[in-house]
């Protein structure tokens, strides 16, 4: 059948895995009845639970492999020494046209490295980026990139600002998204050339995306706009800003409930809605983070991540095969091409 | 008396001001009876206000002026046009010795470059950075910079580092404070020399500090070290990502109370524990960023404060007049000037 998704699985990335990584896919399958799943890992570890799920068993196969790569292992060490690593094989089923997408919680360095070198970067996009959506007051939004590229010139965010925008619209369902970059509010702004000649680029009136300007930190969590667009070491620190901000308050939370005894009556009647609240910032609804720009659709799952959270990277992935992410890169590509150098006045 | 400290303030800064400028000043009063204060600005306005405040009116002075800095001047502006305003008039007190520092709830950029340009750089300092405390999951510690320097090198990351330090130990109370540089945990950082180069200097045994090492986005929030050192567009972007983070949070535990009406009973058992909740979250409590470097002692309050978001401002202030801040940071970098140049081998 023509509407099958195939996804290979790094069986054996994560804290958790290989129970988590089937348990995911299981959950997985539930909500895309079309996929099919390429378990690359210890077959006499996966084959038993894989046993208890005859559903799943029906769509799987499992291509064994002693070899791991490591949480601590290096790009460098991966690349070289993990050819046969479960990671990698599921990476090469990809490149092979034998699966449509690769999902791993294991080590981050390693898969973008080989993801990389395996799946090869679309013509166009200088660099491959990390992106990731998350929570906003207005609903969900991406942002990119996350860790990938430290330093970033002009023709960097441009293409990050367009593979956002595909994102948005392949991953969280928007129709037209708004796109920003991410900057601060200073007079000063001296340096960071290339934040303004990127933002001179897509306030273009032949960019094809939706540009809306310039937005600060506070505008992230606001939701002001669908992408946020910065270089990977100001993303990433954001991210796990705002993650670290997170998890503050909910301690701050948990403790006041504690604090006396009429919080704690206070706390058995707000119970369901405090719920509530915890499922809606669940870190699991938005687990992993995606690598765009490759020639393959290749999702990282936290490396914490339980079965529901690894099923929602998983979702993350066959959303983007499902709904034409590489084809409409390649298309926005092509309007993109006339930003790259300056209009004719 | 000669443990007076003599506050300079520019009473016509802020979205309040005069009212809450004369107010802060009168509850900081309470704090710091030995404080006297300088209002400057238009004198009809404040008069009235002080009539009102006996205690503090024996203890203050206006010095009139019609000339405001407005909100949206730039600082260049400022520096040229502003030479007679509130603002200038206050900070000028500080450098003609008049008054011991400045707190202003006025445009930040002028305030910066007025002060920058009256009080001079400190010796030994290339850059002043702008700082401010935020709590943590252990309490409380500074970040700089804010914004000042959108791009700094290795030398201004390791005076950020001693300054950070000093403001730890004069205005948080710290003893030994741990200091950190910001930095993302990716194998690939290749760009960012200038992080790698500081953070070696500040790992050399004559070094004065006590370096703790790179910290990322999360160890912000968690409190891992008390000084965060990073360059202005990084730490701006991470403290404002910080402020919508925690907004975003605060709305949906708003939202999750209203959700049913078991949910609103909750609320009133629990509403005395999640008011201290609120207090301890209080920003007003760590109102304010502190210009570091210069030779005089000058406070930025929110410009969106109230009266005890501005008392804290002077607070400030004023610790680190009582404490010696100047002094520390003289003798600080006597030591620093050693880790200037690589040590021999």
């Known amino acids: 059948m023509s509407d099958t998704v195939t996804i290979a699985l790094d069986a054996m990335g ?12 299981s959950i997985a399958l539930q909500r895309f009845p079309q996929a099919r799943f390429l378990f690359f890992g210890a077959e006499a570890s ?8 005859p559903r799943l068993s029906a769509r799987a196969s499992i291509h064994h492999t002693d070899e ?17 690593s479960s990671m990698r094989l599921a990476i090469d089923a990809v490149a092979d046209g034998e699966a449509d997408c690769i999902v791993s919680a294991g080590n981050t360095g390693a898969l973008m490295a080989m993801a990389k070198f395996a799946l090869k970067t679309l013509p166009g996009i200088d660099r491959p980026a990390m992106a990731a959506g998350f929570l906003t007051h207005r609903g969900e939004s991406v942002m990119l990139d996350l860790g990938a590229n430290v330093e970033c010139d002009a023709d960097n965010l441009v293409q990050f ?22 900057t601060i509010g200073s007079e000063e702004l001296k340096g960071h050339e290339e934040v303004r000649a990127a933002a001179a680029r897509l306030r273009r009136p032949d960019s094809p995306l939706r540009f809306h ?8 969590a606001a939701g002001t706009v669908d992408v946020v667009v910065t270089d990977g070491f100001t993303g990433n620190i954001a991210v796990k800003t705002a993650e670290g901000t997170a998890r503050l308050y909910s301690e701050f939370l948990r403790a006041a409930f504690k604090h006396s005894l009429t919080a ?10 405090l719920k509530k609240l915890r499922e809606r910032l669940d870190p699991r609804r938005y687990n992993g983070a995606v690598f765009l720009g490759l020639q393959g659709i290749a999702v990282k799952s936290h490396g914490g991540s339980d079965a529901l959270g690894f099923a929602n990277a998983i979702g993350v992935a066959v959303d983007m095969k499902v709904n034409g992410f590489l084809d409409q890169i390649r298309a926005g590509l092509a309007s993109l091409a006339a930003l790259q150098t300056p209009a004719a006045l």
């Open 264 to 273: 704690r009556i206070g706390y058995v009647f707000a119970a369901p809605a």
């Open 46 to 53: 996966i084959r038993p639970l894989l046993a208890k799920l």
């Open 161 to 182: 600002a367009l593979m956002g925008d595909v994102f948005a619209r392949t991953v969280l369902g928007l129709l037209k998204p708004t796109v920003g970059i991410l």
């Open 68 to 84: 791991i790569i490591t949480g601590d292992a290096k790009p460098s060490q991966a690349l070289r020494a993990g050819r046969r």
């Open 213 to 220: 300007g310039f937005i600060e930190g506070d505008d992230i």
């Open 14 to 25: 994560g804290d958790r895995a290989p129970e988590m990584v089937v348990k995911g896919a």
